[in-house]
Each structure stands twice: as C-alpha cells, then as structure tokens.
C-alpha cells in the first residue's frame, strides 16, 4: 500500500513549456490527500523558490536542497545538512582565482550570487525565477550555507570537487550548472528524515521525477516513476515511466497502479 509520494518540482510538476502545474496534477494530489496518501516535494528549489512554484498546494512536508532542508508543512525543521566552512573557505579562493565563474549561496531563507552571466540567464528563463542579488562571496563566510549552485561544465567537476568542494558533491540536472550539497545529503536521504518524522515505512512510498538529481530517490523509493520528459539515463533508473508533465503523467501513473 502506498502511505507516501514524493514528487520533484521542475519537469515533474510543473511543465518546463507552460512553468504551472497541469489542471490533471492538481487533481490527483487533491484526490490523494483525501485518500489519506501524504504527499511530500522534493526538490533542488530552496524553501523561497520552492514556494514560488508550488505554494498555492498542499503537501505534508517539504524535501527541499536535494534533502539538505526538510521541513513540515507548518515550516518546523526537521532536518539541516550544511557545508563545511572549510570548503566555504577553499571557495573564496578559488573565486578569486576564477571570477568568471558564478556561484549562488543558499542560506537561512534567502540566495546571493556571485557573479552574473548568459549561463545564469538561461536557467532562470528555464525555471522562471529571478536572479538572485549579486553579493561578494565572502558574505558565505559563517552563514549556515544549505547549498551551492555553481555554474560550470561536468569537466571541471573532477577539480572543483577533488581540490575545492572536498566535503561536497554535484546534483546535476542541467549541462550549464550543479546543485552542490554537502556529502551525505540527497533527495533520498531527506525522505528517510522525512519518513521517520511521519512514522512511514519506506517499502510503502512512491516518488516522481525528471532529472538527474532525482536518480538516488527513483531507486531508493518502494516505486520510482520516471517523467516521459526524463533523459533515458533517468528512465533507467525509475521502475515505470510515464507520459510527460505536459501529457498528465503523474496522474496516468496512480491510474495505472490503481492508486487512484
């Protein structure tokens, strides 16, 4: 019996082409809150984005920095992974030594940036969000600092992560950037603070995304549903795939597993 869904943000519930959530995916989160099934985000989206995209739903809980800030529904923490100062520390130089490439720091309720260029654009035109402020990047210094968003190819992953971000390591879901979180931290690892909170078996829960972020949480879940928009690399990962955002695909898959 599924108790629990997880559901990713950008490409999962809300359509890259019309950035709402489809009529179809509203009902069926209605429908399964009534059925008693608690429905939970997780996203890479901090808590201001997040609330930007989806506030106007209701979910029991939030899996948010790929599952470095989980909370309840009424904002009660349940969890908190930040990054290490050292790395922070290690950051500023490294900035300093390449200014042209843009970081965003997430902290407490609020993001800066470091620098802005045509990278940092193109993803918030993607996701329609603002540019953050733009700050000096020792303003990260001895902040609680949940996440990282470094603009930068998958090549430079191998520096940045062995010689930089040590304790760190990259959710990436687009070629142009990474979510960087500290190690340990996943969407997978905040449904276990999640779950434990809520007393919830995790053979009894099911989860829905669409890009690569979402691979650990498609294979940890009692049932993985990949998006039919995910890349096949991530269809790989899933149990079942469905029609895309755009083709009422979450709500093809509970009719699917008779859920709803």
């Keep these: 019996m599924v108790k629990a869904i997880f559901f990713d943000i950008d490409g999962t519930l809300v359509s890259f082409q019309t950035h709402t959530v489809p009529k179809s995916t509203r009902e069926a989160l209605r429908l399964l809150r009534e059925k008693g099934i608690k429905v939970f985000i997780a996203t890479g989206r901090p808590k201001t984005l997040m609330m930007d995209a989806v506030g106007d739903l209701d979910f029991d809980g939030y899996v948010t920095l790929n599952g470095a800030h989980c909370f309840t529904a009424n904002h009660e923490d349940i969890y908190k992974g930040c990054v290490p100062q050292e790395d922070i520390e290690r950051l500023i130089q490294y900035q300093h030594d390449h200014?042209?490439?843009?970081?965003?720091?997430?902290?407490?309720?609020?993001?800066?940036?470091?620098?802005?260029?045509?990278?940092?654009?193109?993803?918030?035109?993607?996701?329609?969000?603002d540019i953050p402020e733009i700050r000096p990047i020792e303003t990260a210094r001895e902040k609680e600092i949940l996440q990282i968003m470094g603009y930068f190819p998958e090549e430079k992953d191998e520096?940045?992560?062995?010689k930089v971000l040590t304790h760190c390591e990259p959710m990436r879901w687009h070629p142009l950037f990474a979510d960087i979180i500290a190690r340990g931290n996943s969407k997978s690892y905040g449904i276990d603070q999640m779950?434990?909170?809520y007393g919830i078996d995790l053979k009894d829960?099911?989860?829905?995304?669409?890009?690569?972020?979402?691979?650990?949480?498609?294979?940890?879940?009692?049932m993985g549903i990949?998006?039919?928009?995910a890349a096949p690399h991530i269809q790989a990962a899933a149990d079942y795939i469905t029609t895309s955002v755009d083709e009422e695909g979450i709500m093809q898959a509970l009719k699917h597993f008779h859920i709803l």
């Design 159 to 162: 520096e940045i992560f062995g």
């Design 205 to 222: 829960t099911m989860a829905f995304g669409d890009g690569g972020n979402d691979i650990p949480m498609l294979k940890h879940v009692g």
């Design 99 to 129: 200014p042209e490439m843009p970081f965003v720091f997430v902290h407490d309720n609020t993001w800066f940036l470091t620098h802005e260029d045509e990278a940092v654009r193109e993803i918030a035109r993607l996701i329609q969000i």
């Design 195 to 197: 779950l434990a909170y």
């Design 226 to 229: 990949a998006m039919g928009n």
